[in-house]
């Protein structure tokens, strides 16, 4: 049987780390001890924060839906609560985005929400 050498596919696997960490400093992107901790750590980051980005929208749109409905006088509580009751689907994005880019659109929602809650 012929002897097996590692050496090809070892250099596959260490250009394919040193490749993902192109643009570390220093010894990050060169050692390949080092890189591959980085990278690694830089993988766990990502997969993290791809799931806090989630909330961290979800905070944004509730700032600015808040921002809105305080304009027209009304909590954010009291603009959800009177959508709700007055049976208005529309999800938080489309509200923050509302009530950033349309104004009278938002107003009306508002005054939808204002109508039933009193």
């Known amino acids: 049987?012929?002897?097996?050498?590692?050496?090809?596919?070892?250099?596959?696997?260490?250009?394919?780390?040193?490749?993902?960490?192109?643009?570390?400093?220093?010894?990050r992107s060169k050692l390949i001890r080092t890189a591959t901790e980085s990278v690694h750590r830089a993988g766990q980051y990502a997969y993290r924060d791809r799931k806090r980005r989630k909330g961290d929208m979800r905070r944004l749109w509730i700032i600015r839906i808040n921002a809105g409905a305080r304009i027209h006088g009304l909590s954010y509580s009291r603009f959800m609560h009177g959508l709700r009751e007055a049976n208005v689907e529309v999800d938080r994005k489309m509200l923050a985005d509302m009530a950033v880019h349309d104004a009278d659109g938002f107003a009306k929602l508002v005054t939808i929400a204002r109508g039933v809650s009193e």
């Open 1 to 27: 049987m012929s002897r097996v050498r590692g050496a090809p596919s070892s250099r596959r696997r260490r250009k394919k780390i040193l490749k993902a960490a192109k643009g570390y400093r220093g010894a």
